[in-house]
Protein backbone atom coordinates (compact mmCIF):
# COMPACT_ATOMS: atom_id res chain seq x y z
CA UNK A 1 0.00 0.00 0.00
CA UNK A 2 1.49 3.39 -0.96
CA UNK A 3 2.16 6.14 1.66
CA UNK A 4 -1.69 8.03 2.13
CA UNK A 5 -0.36 10.94 4.03
CA UNK A 6 2.25 13.43 3.07
CA UNK A 7 6.31 13.26 4.52
CA UNK A 8 7.08 16.27 6.31
CA UNK A 9 10.29 17.25 7.78
CA UNK A 10 10.84 17.60 11.33
CA UNK A 11 11.68 20.82 10.61
CA UNK A 12 8.24 22.00 9.47
CA UNK A 13 6.74 21.30 12.55
CA UNK A 14 9.35 21.70 15.07
CA UNK A 15 11.58 25.22 16.31
CA UNK A 16 14.51 25.00 18.16
CA UNK A 17 13.23 26.80 22.04
CA UNK A 18 16.30 26.34 23.96
CA UNK A 19 17.06 27.99 27.39
CA UNK A 20 20.57 28.91 28.16
CA UNK A 21 21.06 28.81 32.49
CA UNK A 22 24.15 29.34 34.04
CA UNK A 23 24.25 27.42 37.12
CA UNK A 24 25.44 29.85 40.45
CA UNK A 25 27.84 28.61 42.29
CA UNK A 26 25.70 27.01 45.22
CA UNK A 27 23.88 26.14 42.75
CA UNK A 28 22.65 22.09 42.62
CA UNK A 29 21.05 20.95 39.77
CA UNK A 30 18.81 18.29 38.45
CA UNK A 31 20.08 16.35 35.16
CA UNK A 32 18.25 14.57 32.55
CA UNK A 33 19.54 12.05 30.30
CA UNK A 34 18.06 10.13 27.40
CA UNK A 35 17.17 6.16 27.36
CA UNK A 36 17.84 4.20 24.34
CA UNK A 37 15.58 2.99 21.33
CA UNK A 38 12.65 5.76 22.10
CA UNK A 39 12.34 4.94 25.81
CA UNK A 40 12.56 8.67 26.63
CA UNK A 41 14.00 11.50 29.19
CA UNK A 42 14.43 10.62 32.55
CA UNK A 43 15.77 12.19 35.88
CA UNK A 44 19.26 11.14 35.57
CA UNK A 45 21.15 12.46 38.94
CA UNK A 46 20.81 15.48 41.61
CA UNK A 47 24.67 16.91 41.00
CA UNK A 48 26.11 18.34 44.10
CA UNK A 49 27.17 21.83 42.88
CA UNK A 50 30.78 21.36 44.29
CA UNK A 51 31.03 18.56 41.11
CA UNK A 52 29.75 20.49 38.47
CA UNK A 53 32.52 21.90 36.68
CA UNK A 54 30.57 23.44 33.74
CA UNK A 55 27.98 25.65 34.93
CA UNK A 56 26.87 26.38 31.47
CA UNK A 57 23.54 24.33 30.73
CA UNK A 58 20.03 24.31 29.27
CA UNK A 59 16.76 24.06 31.30
CA UNK A 60 14.10 21.97 29.97
CA UNK A 61 10.39 21.88 30.34
CA UNK A 62 7.06 19.90 29.79
CA UNK A 63 6.42 19.04 25.99
CA UNK A 64 9.73 19.78 25.01
CA UNK A 65 11.21 17.82 22.02
CA UNK A 66 14.45 16.44 22.82
CA UNK A 67 16.97 14.04 21.99
CA UNK A 68 20.74 13.22 22.72
CA UNK A 69 22.65 14.26 19.27
CA UNK A 70 25.56 11.29 20.09
CA UNK A 71 23.05 8.51 20.36
CA UNK A 72 20.15 9.72 18.09
CA UNK A 73 20.88 6.50 15.52
CA UNK A 74 20.44 4.15 18.66
CA UNK A 75 17.02 6.18 19.14
CA UNK A 76 17.76 9.05 22.09
CA UNK A 77 14.13 11.13 21.27
CA UNK A 78 11.68 11.97 23.56
CA UNK A 79 9.38 14.57 24.25
CA UNK A 80 9.86 15.75 27.94
CA UNK A 81 7.48 14.79 31.00
CA UNK A 82 5.73 17.40 33.45
CA UNK A 83 7.96 15.58 36.13
CA UNK A 84 11.22 16.69 34.61
CA UNK A 85 9.89 20.07 34.16
CA UNK A 86 12.78 22.96 34.91
CA UNK A 87 15.44 20.35 35.16
CA UNK A 88 18.88 20.71 33.35
CA UNK A 89 20.32 19.19 29.96
CA UNK A 90 24.44 19.70 28.68
CA UNK A 91 24.79 20.95 25.18
CA UNK A 92 24.60 17.69 23.80
CA UNK A 93 20.82 17.83 24.34
CA UNK A 94 18.85 20.25 21.77
CA UNK A 95 15.30 21.13 22.63
CA UNK A 96 12.21 21.93 20.19
CA UNK A 97 8.92 23.40 20.35
CA UNK A 98 6.82 21.15 18.94
CA UNK A 99 3.74 22.86 16.52
CA UNK A 100 0.54 21.40 17.86
CA UNK A 101 -1.61 22.78 15.52
CA UNK A 102 -0.56 19.63 13.59
CA UNK A 103 1.26 17.06 15.46
CA UNK A 104 0.20 15.03 18.39
CA UNK A 105 2.66 14.91 21.05
CA UNK A 106 1.23 11.38 21.51
CA UNK A 107 1.68 10.09 18.04
CA UNK A 108 5.58 12.06 18.28
CA UNK A 109 6.10 9.70 21.24
CA UNK A 110 4.94 6.46 19.23
CA UNK A 111 7.13 7.67 16.03
CA UNK A 112 10.41 8.23 18.43
CA UNK A 113 10.25 4.80 19.05
CA UNK A 114 10.02 3.43 15.29
CA UNK A 115 13.06 1.86 13.95
CA UNK A 116 13.93 3.53 10.29
CA UNK A 117 13.77 6.75 12.22
CA UNK A 118 16.46 5.60 14.16
CA UNK A 119 18.17 4.47 10.94
CA UNK A 120 17.57 7.92 9.32
CA UNK A 121 19.82 9.60 12.37
CA UNK A 122 22.37 7.43 11.10
CA UNK A 123 22.01 8.31 7.82
CA UNK A 124 22.42 12.29 8.80
CA UNK A 125 24.68 11.94 12.01
CA UNK A 126 28.39 12.51 10.80
CA UNK A 127 31.32 11.72 12.58
CA UNK A 128 34.48 8.59 12.68
CA UNK A 129 33.11 5.06 10.74
CA UNK A 130 33.21 3.50 14.32
CA UNK A 131 29.29 4.15 15.53
CA UNK A 132 29.85 5.12 18.64
CA UNK A 133 31.24 8.06 17.34
CA UNK A 134 27.96 9.35 15.19
CA UNK A 135 26.82 12.77 16.10
CA UNK A 136 23.30 13.97 14.65
CA UNK A 137 23.98 17.62 14.27
CA UNK A 138 21.31 20.57 14.99
CA UNK A 139 21.91 21.54 11.75
CA UNK A 140 20.64 18.10 10.41
CA UNK A 141 18.03 17.22 13.08
CA UNK A 142 15.25 19.60 10.83
CA UNK A 143 16.20 17.44 7.97
CA UNK A 144 14.34 13.60 9.41
CA UNK A 145 11.08 13.64 7.88
CA UNK A 146 7.68 11.83 9.68
CA UNK A 147 4.11 10.71 8.14
CA UNK A 148 1.85 13.30 9.13
CA UNK A 149 -2.02 11.85 8.77
CA UNK A 150 -4.76 14.55 10.00
CA UNK A 151 -4.66 15.53 14.10
CA UNK A 152 -8.11 13.44 14.09
CA UNK A 153 -5.91 10.29 12.56
CA UNK A 154 -3.34 11.01 14.74
CA UNK A 155 -5.04 10.79 18.06
CA UNK A 156 -7.38 7.44 16.87
CA UNK A 157 -3.53 5.78 16.16
CA UNK A 158 -2.00 6.84 19.44
CA UNK A 159 -5.44 5.64 21.08
CA UNK A 160 -5.10 2.41 19.19
CA UNK A 161 -1.45 1.86 19.44
CA UNK A 162 -1.63 2.43 23.65
CA UNK A 163 -4.12 -0.08 23.64
CA UNK A 164 -2.23 -2.74 21.66
CA UNK A 165 0.70 -1.76 24.07
CA UNK A 166 -0.78 -2.21 26.88
CA UNK A 167 -2.37 -5.55 26.19
CA UNK A 168 1.79 -6.90 24.80
CA UNK A 169 3.22 -5.34 28.19
CA UNK A 170 0.56 -7.65 30.27
CA UNK A 171 1.31 -10.61 29.10
CA UNK A 172 4.76 -9.77 29.37
CA UNK A 173 4.22 -9.14 32.88
CA UNK A 174 2.22 -12.41 33.36
CA UNK A 175 5.69 -14.47 32.17
CA UNK A 176 7.66 -12.30 34.31
CA UNK A 177 5.44 -13.50 37.58
CA UNK A 178 5.22 -17.13 36.24
CA UNK A 179 9.08 -17.16 36.28
CA UNK A 180 9.45 -15.39 39.22
CA UNK A 181 7.04 -18.29 40.56
CA UNK A 182 9.57 -21.02 39.03
CA UNK A 183 12.44 -19.16 40.47
CA UNK A 184 10.71 -19.53 44.37
CA UNK A 185 10.25 -22.72 43.62
CA UNK A 186 13.92 -23.88 43.08
CA UNK A 187 14.64 -21.36 45.85
CA UNK A 188 12.55 -23.54 48.20
CA UNK A 189 13.96 -26.55 47.28
CA UNK A 190 17.02 -25.27 48.70
CA UNK A 191 15.76 -24.77 51.92
CA UNK A 192 14.00 -28.12 52.39
CA UNK A 193 15.42 -29.69 55.38
CA UNK A 194 13.66 -32.78 54.91
CA UNK A 195 16.95 -34.59 53.41
CA UNK A 196 19.10 -33.17 56.21
CA UNK A 197 20.79 -29.87 57.03
CA UNK A 198 22.63 -27.48 55.12
CA UNK A 199 26.34 -27.71 56.11
CA UNK A 200 28.15 -24.22 55.80
CA UNK A 201 31.09 -24.75 53.58
CA UNK A 202 33.97 -22.49 52.23
CA UNK A 203 33.75 -22.06 48.68
CA UNK A 204 37.33 -23.22 48.44
CA UNK A 205 36.15 -26.83 48.84
CA UNK A 206 33.34 -26.42 46.43
CA UNK A 207 35.16 -24.78 43.29
CA UNK A 208 38.72 -24.16 42.17
CA UNK A 209 40.18 -20.85 40.68
CA UNK A 210 41.12 -21.19 36.83
CA UNK A 211 43.97 -19.60 35.20
CA UNK A 212 43.23 -17.48 32.29
CA UNK A 213 44.56 -19.96 29.13
CA UNK A 214 44.74 -17.19 26.05
CA UNK A 215 47.43 -15.28 25.29
CA UNK A 216 45.60 -12.61 23.12
CA UNK A 217 46.98 -11.51 19.55
CA UNK A 218 46.30 -8.44 18.34
CA UNK A 219 45.50 -9.62 14.88
CA UNK A 220 43.12 -12.30 16.26
CA UNK A 221 39.10 -11.74 17.29
CA UNK A 222 37.69 -12.59 20.62
CA UNK A 223 34.15 -13.41 20.93
CA UNK A 224 33.23 -12.02 24.84
CA UNK A 225 30.39 -12.76 27.32
CA UNK A 226 28.94 -10.72 29.62
CA UNK A 227 27.32 -11.27 32.86
CA UNK A 228 23.60 -9.50 33.57
CA UNK A 229 22.96 -7.72 37.16
CA UNK A 230 20.37 -8.95 39.62
CA UNK A 231 20.06 -12.62 38.37
CA UNK A 232 20.66 -12.24 34.59
CA UNK A 233 22.75 -14.59 34.18
CA UNK A 234 25.63 -15.24 31.07
CA UNK A 235 25.03 -14.14 27.75
CA UNK A 236 26.63 -13.97 24.29
CA UNK A 237 28.76 -10.31 23.99
CA UNK A 238 30.86 -8.10 21.27
CA UNK A 239 33.46 -9.97 19.29
CA UNK A 240 36.47 -7.65 19.51
CA UNK A 241 39.99 -7.77 17.89
CA UNK A 242 43.00 -7.97 20.28
CA UNK A 243 43.85 -4.27 19.50
CA UNK A 244 40.08 -3.03 21.26
CA UNK A 245 40.98 -3.73 24.44
CA UNK A 246 44.57 -3.47 26.74
CA UNK A 247 44.01 -7.13 28.57
CA UNK A 248 46.78 -9.69 27.61
CA UNK A 249 45.32 -12.72 28.98
CA UNK A 250 41.92 -13.40 28.62
CA UNK A 251 39.67 -17.09 30.21
CA UNK A 252 37.74 -19.20 27.88
CA UNK A 253 34.78 -20.08 29.45
CA UNK A 254 32.89 -23.87 29.74
CA UNK A 255 29.85 -25.15 30.10
CA UNK A 256 28.92 -25.54 34.05
CA UNK A 257 32.05 -22.66 34.98
CA UNK A 258 31.33 -20.56 37.88
CA UNK A 259 31.73 -16.78 36.62
CA UNK A 260 31.38 -13.53 38.29
CA UNK A 261 33.01 -9.26 37.28
CA UNK A 262 34.48 -8.57 40.05
CA UNK A 263 33.29 -5.04 40.36
CA UNK A 264 29.38 -6.19 39.63
CA UNK A 265 29.07 -9.51 41.99
CA UNK A 266 27.25 -7.53 45.11
CA UNK A 267 24.84 -6.82 42.54
CA UNK A 268 24.10 -10.12 41.56
CA UNK A 269 26.07 -10.72 38.49
CA UNK A 270 27.51 -14.54 39.16
CA UNK A 271 26.50 -17.42 37.14
CA UNK A 272 26.65 -20.87 36.06
CA UNK A 273 28.35 -20.91 32.43
CA UNK A 274 25.45 -22.00 30.18
CA UNK A 275 25.87 -24.72 27.10
CA UNK A 276 25.27 -21.77 24.53
CA UNK A 277 28.03 -19.55 25.85
CA UNK A 278 30.46 -22.52 25.95
CA UNK A 279 34.24 -21.01 24.43
CA UNK A 280 33.33 -17.84 24.69
CA UNK A 281 36.20 -15.46 27.04
CA UNK A 282 35.98 -13.39 29.62
CA UNK A 283 38.61 -10.55 30.67
CA UNK A 284 40.68 -10.98 33.84
CA UNK A 285 38.26 -9.03 35.34
CA UNK A 286 36.08 -11.90 35.27
CA UNK A 287 37.13 -14.92 37.77
CA UNK A 288 36.26 -18.32 36.82
CA UNK A 289 36.19 -21.31 38.48
CA UNK A 290 35.58 -25.16 37.98
CA UNK A 291 33.10 -26.48 40.20
CA UNK A 292 33.66 -30.15 42.41
CA UNK A 293 30.41 -31.95 40.84
CA UNK A 294 31.16 -34.50 43.66
CA UNK A 295 30.06 -31.98 46.70
CA UNK A 296 27.62 -29.31 44.36
CA UNK A 297 25.73 -29.66 41.35
CA UNK A 298 25.99 -26.35 39.45
CA UNK A 299 22.39 -25.85 39.24
CA UNK A 300 22.64 -24.93 42.83
CA UNK A 301 24.77 -22.76 42.56
CA UNK A 302 23.24 -20.84 40.63
CA UNK A 303 19.92 -21.02 41.72
CA UNK A 304 21.68 -19.69 45.40
CA UNK A 305 23.66 -17.20 43.72
CA UNK A 306 21.35 -15.40 41.83
CA UNK A 307 18.65 -14.99 44.93
CA UNK A 308 18.67 -11.62 45.53
CA UNK A 309 18.82 -11.93 49.46
CA UNK A 310 22.43 -13.12 49.00
CA UNK A 311 23.98 -10.11 47.33
CA UNK A 312 24.08 -8.02 50.11
CA UNK A 313 26.00 -10.73 51.62
CA UNK A 314 28.70 -10.53 48.91
CA UNK A 315 28.65 -6.81 49.16
CA UNK A 316 29.60 -7.00 53.20
CA UNK A 317 32.72 -9.36 51.31
CA UNK A 318 33.59 -7.00 48.46
CA UNK A 319 35.90 -4.32 48.92
CA UNK A 320 36.30 -0.86 48.11
CA UNK A 321 35.27 2.21 50.07
CA UNK A 322 32.94 4.14 47.08
CA UNK A 323 29.60 1.79 46.76
CA UNK A 324 30.50 1.86 43.25
CA UNK A 325 34.11 0.49 43.25
CA UNK A 326 33.33 -2.44 45.40
CA UNK A 327 35.02 -5.23 43.93
CA UNK A 328 34.71 -9.02 45.03
CA UNK A 329 37.90 -10.36 44.77
CA UNK A 330 38.56 -14.27 44.54
CA UNK A 331 39.86 -14.73 47.81
CA UNK A 332 37.29 -13.37 49.34
CA UNK A 333 35.04 -15.17 47.73
CA UNK A 334 36.43 -18.15 48.37
CA UNK A 335 36.23 -18.16 51.75
CA UNK A 336 32.58 -17.46 52.02
CA UNK A 337 30.83 -20.09 53.79
CA UNK A 338 28.09 -21.90 51.52
CA UNK A 339 24.80 -23.61 52.84
CA UNK A 340 25.70 -26.41 51.31
CA UNK A 341 22.53 -28.70 51.13
CA UNK A 342 22.54 -32.76 50.97
CA UNK A 343 23.23 -33.98 47.54
CA UNK A 344 19.59 -35.58 47.54
CA UNK A 345 18.25 -32.18 47.88
CA UNK A 346 20.75 -31.17 45.03
CA UNK A 347 19.42 -33.96 42.72
CA UNK A 348 16.14 -33.14 43.24
CA UNK A 349 16.60 -29.45 42.56
CA UNK A 350 18.80 -30.63 39.70
CA UNK A 351 15.24 -32.67 38.07
CA UNK A 352 13.18 -29.65 38.68
CA UNK A 353 15.49 -26.83 37.56
CA UNK A 354 15.69 -29.13 34.31
CA UNK A 355 11.93 -28.92 33.69
CA UNK A 356 11.95 -24.95 34.63
CA UNK A 357 14.52 -24.54 31.96
CA UNK A 358 12.57 -26.28 29.10
CA UNK A 359 9.03 -24.24 30.30
CA UNK A 360 11.45 -20.62 30.36
CA UNK A 361 12.49 -21.61 27.15
CA UNK A 362 9.56 -22.09 25.43
CA UNK A 363 8.21 -18.63 27.20
CA UNK A 364 11.27 -17.05 25.97
CA UNK A 365 10.11 -18.17 22.44
CA UNK A 366 7.15 -16.15 23.11
CA UNK A 367 9.11 -12.94 24.93
CA UNK A 368 10.50 -13.11 21.82
CA UNK A 369 7.21 -12.84 19.41
CA UNK A 370 5.80 -9.83 21.80
CA UNK A 371 9.32 -7.69 21.46
CA UNK A 372 8.52 -8.44 17.71
CA UNK A 373 5.09 -6.98 17.77
CA UNK A 374 5.17 -3.76 19.05
CA UNK A 375 7.83 -2.51 15.78
CA UNK A 376 5.26 -4.39 13.59
CA UNK A 377 2.00 -1.97 15.03
CA UNK A 378 3.99 0.74 14.57
CA UNK A 379 5.39 -0.06 10.99
CA UNK A 380 1.29 -0.75 9.81
CA UNK A 381 0.29 2.53 11.74
CA UNK A 382 2.70 4.51 9.92
CA UNK A 383 1.94 2.97 6.56
CA UNK A 384 -1.97 3.62 7.60
CA UNK A 385 -2.83 0.65 7.86
CA UNK A 386 -3.43 0.21 10.98
Not at 131 to 139: A, E, G, I, Q, R
Request: with cysteine.
Amino acid sequence: MSQPWPIVTFGEILRSNRRPYNLGPTEDADLVGMRLYGEGPFHRERKPALRIKKKSHFVIKADDVIYNKLFAWKGTFGVVPPELDGMFVSDKFPTYEADQSRIDLGYLRWYFRFPPLWDQARDYSKGAAALSKLTLNPPDFPKLTIPLPPLDEQRRLVERIDALAAKIEEAKLLRKETNDELDELCRSILRDSSNGQVRLTPMDELVTLREPDVQVKSNETYHFAGIYCFGGGVFSGQRKTGLEFKYPRLTTLHTNNFVYPKLMAWEGALAVVPPECDGLVVSTEYPVFEINQDKVLPEVLDVYFRTPSVWPELSGASTGTNVRRRRLNPADFLRYKFPLPPMETQEKLRRIRGRTVDARKLRDSSERELDAMLPAILDRAFRGEL
